[in-house]
């Protein structure tokens, strides 16, 4: 049974960084693409990142929502099956319940419907 445990999520003060990770089990993820969505109170959910599953030498590509570009990286680490999201100079607008997604494909997307499988979410709450 295929499982994505996210985890990191917690209250930074505005400005500040937080890293949260996104374990997969029950199946080798390092082939598929990989990503993270979020939804605020009252809002939609929305595209984070994505990344893609390795096409070979451990290569990966990355993908941004634009507005998100520059302040945000997502990562993955082969050997731990883990995939990650870097947040640097949240904002109280970034307090939001993120979402780790598998998708059984190397290529990402940006629509949820896209994706197969998807975590129970960690809370990021940022304060001004």
């Known amino acids: 049974q295929v499982q994505l445990l996210e985890s990191g999520g917690g209250l930074v003060q505005a400005g500040g960084s937080l890293r949260v990770s996104c374990a997969a089990s029950?199946?080798?993820?390092?082939?598929?693409?990989m990503g993270w969505f979020r939804q605020a109170p009252e809002k939609e959910r929305e595209f984070v990142a994505a990344i893609s599953g390795s096409s070979g030498g451990g290569i990966y590509y990355a993908y941004y929502q634009d507005s998100l570009k520059g302040r945000f990286a997502i990562s993955r680490d082969h050997a731990k099956n883990t995939v990650y999201l870097q947040m640097n100079s949240l904002q109280p607008e970034d307090t939001a319940v993120y979402y780790c997604?598998?998708?059984?494909?190397?290529?990402?997307?940006?629509?949820?419907?896209?994706?197969?499988?998807w975590g129970q979410g960690t809370q990021v709450t940022v304060s001004s």
């Open positions: 997604v598998g998708k059984l494909s190397s290529i990402p997307g940006s629509e949820y419907h896209e994706y197969d499988y």
């Open positions: 029950g199946r080798p993820f390092n082939s598929y693409a």
